[in-house]
């Protein structure tokens, strides 16, 4: 078994230990108070940040709202949203819950693309921007995620290298903080662009195994063509079509 088989084992074993929900969650009402002056990028990334609760379960992981064209998304990690397609997910903002629907599932680069029939009526969704390229190494990045059993956290960080990974090739690697419950998060630029979909965190084994919380595994938005992504859910019309199935 290599190295980030065991990583993504420990991730799926360790979610529902890490994050217990019973029944539907309902989050407190918050206190927020965000610097004014932050970019503004900032606080639109953590408003599309959504806690994805797993049914049955309870256990969570965190995902982001997205709009592609005239579809409504949550993109977050296979691993959390591990069902078969037409399962349904529980998306959280704040007080505000909808039902995701799982529509694609990429278990080898562990990316999974959730969709929502209604969409969210207090926050607004990212726009569809993925990076063409991966990111350089010393990309500055932000992401917003529910790590463990806390309320929505927003991180800073940076691209700090690149392995090669089980999926479609180069995993990238941030300098940044993450733990278990933060999985799914979308990864942006200081420009909103998308980087990629946050799925483990590192783990070394000498001198003793012990989790690497400021390393962070993250599949690239490389490894998700979304048209095709779609493609089974457009499928799944006659007439009416969205239009971002034409």
């Known amino acids: ?4 088989k065991i990583l993504l084992i420990m991730l799926v074993s360790t979610i529902a230990y890490a994050a217990p929900v ?4 309902i989050p407190e009402k918050p206190i927020e108070n965000i ?38 998304l949550v993109f977050t990690a296979q691993h959390v949203a591990s069902g ?13 819950s909808h039902i995701a629907t799982l529509i694609y599932s990429d278990p080898i680069n562990d990316i999974a693309v959730l969709y929502l029939k209604t969409s969210f009526r207090t926050v607004s969704p990212m726009k569809f921007n993925p990076l063409k390229n991966i990111a350089s ?5 932000i992401y917003s995620g529910y790590p463990s059993t806390h309320k929505l956290m927003s991180f800073t960080g940076r ?37 990629g979909v946050l799925y483990g965190v590192d783990i070394e084994y000498y001198p003793e195994t012990q989790v690497q919380e400021n390393m962070i595994w993250v599949a690239p938005m490389s490894d998700i063509d979304i048209d095709r992504a779609i ?8 007439e009416n079509r969205p239009k971002a199935c034409k």
């Open 35 to 72: 610097n004014a002056g932050r970019p503004a990028i900032e606080k639109k990334v953590r408003e599309a940040a959504l806690r994805i609760t797993v049914p049955l379960t309870g256990g969570h992981g965190s995902g982001s709202y997205i709009k592609y064209k005239d579809l409504y």
């Open 231 to 238: 493609k089974p859910f457009c499928d799944g019309y006659v």
């Open 84 to 96: 078969a397609l037409g399962m349904n997910y529980l998306a959280t903002h704040k007080q505000e």
């Open 137 to 141: 190494v010393g990309t500055n990045i």
């Open 1 to 4: 078994m290599n190295y980030i």
């Open 159 to 195: 691209v700090a290298g690149y392995e090669m990974g089980t999926g479609s090739g180069k995993e990238i690697i941030l300098q940044t903080y993450g733990w278990f419950g933060c999985s799914g998060s979308m990864i942006y630029t200081l420009k909103g662009q998308q980087v």
């Open 22 to 25: 019973t029944g539907v969650y």
